[in-house]
Nanobody
């Protein structure tokens, strides 16, 4: 019953910016972690940025200083501001959340993914 809706992907030139959004909907759950992963063609899925249970942020080394994670708790929405984009950032970006359902069920939910393409 938890759904993640992603938006904001698209095509930009190197050096450009995009902002990804992920909105969580449903009931009877609390969010433990929430963030973004990405998967490029022929590559493994990797963590990009995440809010931990304590509220701190973690970033992949490759995006530190360029990407910024933020959230709007009232809207149950997480944003990923991506600046100074590079061709190697090209990937499908997936929103992910780990939630606690009915107090004791811990589980992961994934968005369907949004494509980011960065051209040189």
């Amino acid at each position: 019953q938890v759904q993640l809706v992603e938006s904001g992907g698209g095509s930009v030139q190197a050096g450009g910016s995009l902002r990804l959004s992920c909105a969580a909907s449903g009931s009877g759950f609390s969010i433990n972690t929430m963030g973004w992963y990405r998967q490029a063609p022929g590559k493994q899925r990797e963590l990009v940025a995440v809010f931990t249970k304590s509220g701190s942020t973690q970033y992949a080394d490759s995006v530190k200083g360029r990407f910024t994670l933020s959230r709007d708790n009232a809207k149950n929405t997480v944003y990923l501001q991506m600046n100074s984009l590079k061709p190697e950032d090209t990937a499908v970006y997936y929103c992910n959340t780990n939630i606690t359902m009915r107090v004791f069920y811990a589980m992961d939910y994934w968005g369907k993914g949004t494509l980011v393409t960065v051209s040189s």
